[in-house]
Structures are given as structure tokens and as C-alpha cells.
């Protein structure tokens, strides 16, 4: 292959110089909606759909895996008081994120001082990862991360495409991995189910996916149906 045709992973995208570029990446403007709206619409609904799932307290210490600016990290913490360590890959975002939260429940730190925690013995609670995944390239070794991250039957909440869309020095380009399939091989599923109209559109909701996992151990039980609206 000529080194012009050579895909190269290209994470600067993600590098943003204000508030407003940084809310166009995490959630794109789609065909048939805006940033704006999908801000609007899809956060409060996916904050309670994690706090329905995690049941968090005032105790509970939470990673939000590829937080952006804290979009989620800020409902949750004002919905339920809890403890939120946001991940990101982004030093922009990083430097954005703490201003946006604005709560001493809030931390944020890069994904090697994550990982050198991780592997020191931290363990949380639970962990969120919304719109992440499908960006990872060899999204197997961010997935183990986070599995090793969690306390025995820790909990995790994935919103995620379909289809991984990875940028690269070419654009956005799939790999091919079947995130859901590694994600259901990785923890037990607990329930999964799309987006309901209400707040995304048919083809964002037609192309994503979320699921509720456990680590290790049996289902527990809980299902969170949503009916298409």
C-alpha cells in the first residue's frame, strides 16, 4: 500500500477551540435535526435512562468513558448528587469540560492517567460511555479498560452507532467490528433497545443502539423497554 493510501488514525477532530465547536462534534448535526436540538431532546432522556439503571447516590463514584465537555456528567450530577470522573482523549475538551460541569463532584483526567489508575487497583461503581465507542479504534482494549475499571457486578450504560465511524487522515471510516457483539461477549447484557422518536430522529435512532450491562454474574432483572414514539 503507497503511503498515500495509508489510513492513519486522526484523533485531532476532536480538538476544538470553544464551547460551541466542541457541542457540533459530540453530538453532530444530522439530517432532519441540530446539534441544538439533539442536546435539548436526548440528554435529559439519557440521564434518566442511566439513573434508572445505576439507581446513583450521593456515595456513588461514576466514569463517564469519552465525556467530551461533561454534557451528561452535568445532568447527573444535578439530578442526583453523585460522583462523576469524566475520561477523555481531548485536552481542549478537558480544559472546557470543568467550566460547562462546574461542580466539586466533578473531575476530568486523560485516558493514561485512566489507565494507570485502572491498572493501580481503582475500581467504580459504574461507567457510561455515550456516542464513544464507535470512535475507538481497537475498541476491544478501550472495552477491557473499562471491564477492569468496574467493581464486581459494576454496571455500564452504552449508547453507540451501529456502524464504528473512526477518523482518520480520510475521514470517518468503519472497521468492521461489531461493537454489540463484543460488548454482549464482554458483560452480561441486562436489556438493550433504540432510541424512541420522541427525542432522536428515525435514522439516528435506526442506527444506534443501547445497552445495559453487568459485569460478570446473572441478569439482574431489571428491564427498561422503550416504545417507539
Known amino acids: 500500500m503507497s503511503k498515500e493510501n495509508t489510513v492513519i488514525y ?21 439530517e432532519g435535526t441540530s446539534t441544538e436540538e439533539r442536546w435539548e431532546k436526548e440528554t435529559p432522556f439519557v440521564s434518566d435512562a442511566i439513573g434508572n439503571f445505576f439507581n446513583p447516590s450521593e456515595t456513588t463514584i461514576l466514569i463517564d468513558y469519552g465525556c467530551g465537555i461533561g454534557r451528561l456528567a452535568k445532568e447527573l450530577i444535578a439530578k442526583y448528587n453523585c460522583y462523576v470522573i469524566g475520561v477523555d482523549i481531548s485536552e481542549s475538551m478537558r480544559q472546557i469540560a470543568p467550566g460547562y460541569v462546574q461542580s466539586d463532584r466533578f473531575s476530568i483526567i486523560s485516558k493514561d492517567i485512566f489507565m494507570k489508575l485502572v491498572f493501580s487497583g481503582m475500581k467504580i461503581d459504574c461507567c457510561i460511555a455515550a456516542w464513544v465507542l464507535q470512535h475507538c479504534p481497537g475498541v476491544e482494549e478501550d472495552i477491557s479498560l473499562i471491564k477492569t475499571s468496574l467493581k464486581p457486578e459494576g454496571l455500564f450504560f452504552v449508547l453507540n452507532n451501529t456502524i464504528s465511524a473512526i477518523p482518520t487522515n480520510i475521514g470517518w471510516v468503519s472497521d468492521g467490528k461489531n461493537i454489540f457483539t463484543i460488548l454482549k461477549t464482554e458483560f452480561t447484557e441486562i436489556c438493550s433497545y433504540k432510541l424512541p422518536y420522541s427525542v432522536a430522529t428515525k435514522t439516528i435512532s435506526d442506527n444506534s443502539f443501547v445497552m445495559q450491562l453487568k459485569k460478570d454474574g446473572s441478569s439482574l432483572g431489571r428491564m427498561s423497554m422503550v416504545d417507539q414514539a
Not at 10 to 30: C, D, G, M, Y
Open 10 to 30: 486522526s484523533p485531532e477532530v476532536f480538538r476544538v477551540n470553544n464551547l460551541h465547536e466542541a457541542q457540533q462534534i459530540i453530538l453532530t448535526p444530522e
